[in-house]
């Protein structure tokens, strides 16, 4: 049994389904998840546009876009930014795949990457940087948790090249 959030549904596992969701992109348009079935998907959560460190990831996985996308895979990139942000940030660095908002923070929660976190002696609620490998029938293939952003995209790249499990 998956363990359980206080408050919240349990935290989605390798074998499992991956939690549905609807939203909104950059562009405005509504996405879900099922969009996408048929084809592999590496759904990457970040804390907040144009910060240096989502930004660093951002650009990786848009200089590796074409080598994802020859593995089968759509990127999408979740935070609880709004439509606008997304769309200034996306613009603003060339960036080739959807970005979600989640301002209402239901697709963090349900992948269970909003958590508490310590800053400067003050606890906060944040998105985790955490990735999500899902395979053409809706199923987590793989997770990253606390993804550290040097050298992530190239294991994102590797675990898209093993065989399933």
């Known amino acids: 049994m998956p363990p359980e ?10 074998g499992e389904r991956a939690p549905e969701f609807t939203a909104k992109t950059d562009t405005g348009a509504t996405v879900s998840l099922k969009d996408f079935r048929g084809k ?21 996985f848009r200089d590796s876009f074409a080598a994802v996308h020859a ?20 613009q603003k660095f060339g960036l080739p ?4 908002s989640d301002e209402d923070k239901a697709i963090v929660t349900a992948y269970g990457v909003w958590k508490e976190r310590v800053r ?5 609620m944040r998105t985790e940087r955490t990735t999500f490998i899902i395979d053409e029938n809706g199923i987590i293939q793989r997770i ?3 993804v550290t ?8 790249l590797a675990a898209l090249s093993a065989p399933a499990s």
Do not use: M, W
């Open 5 to 14: 959030r206080a408050g919240g549904p349990p935290i989605p596992q390798v």
């Open 144 to 146: 990253f948790p606390a």
């Open 97 to 100: 795949f959807p970005l979600i």
């Open 149 to 156: 952003v040097d050298g992530h995209v190239n294991d994102v």
């Open 120 to 124: 400067d002696g003050r606890t906060i």
């Open 40 to 60: 592999k998907v590496v759904l990457y959560f970040y804390p907040q546009d144009d910060t240096s460190g989502c930004t660093r990831e951002a650009c990786d």
């Open 71 to 90: 593995k089968g895979a759509a990127v999408l990139g979740v935070s609880p930014d709004s439509v606008d942000s997304h769309a200034a940030f996306k």
